[in-house]
C-alpha cells in the first residue's frame, strides 16, 4: 500500500497563489480605504441625525473647581 498522498499539481498551486494574492489586495483596499470612509460617512450621519436624549430649556453654568498639589 501507497500512504504517501497525492502531490499537487503546479497549476493548483498557482490558482491557489492568485487566489490568496487576490483576497490580500481585496482586504487591503476594503481595509486601507473603504472602512475609513464607511467609518466618516455614519460618524456624519449620527452627528446630524440622531436626536439628543439631554432636554434643558435653560443654560446653566458649571462651577470648576482646581485642586493644586504641593510636592512633598
Known sequence: MNNKMPRKSKFFLEQ?????????????????YALPILIGLVSLLALFAWKTGVVQNRVTRLPVIFSLQRPC
Open 16 to 32: 491557489m497563489y492568485k487566489l490568496n494574492q487576490g483576497l490580500d489586495r481585496l482586504l487591503h483596499a476594503f481595509s486601507t
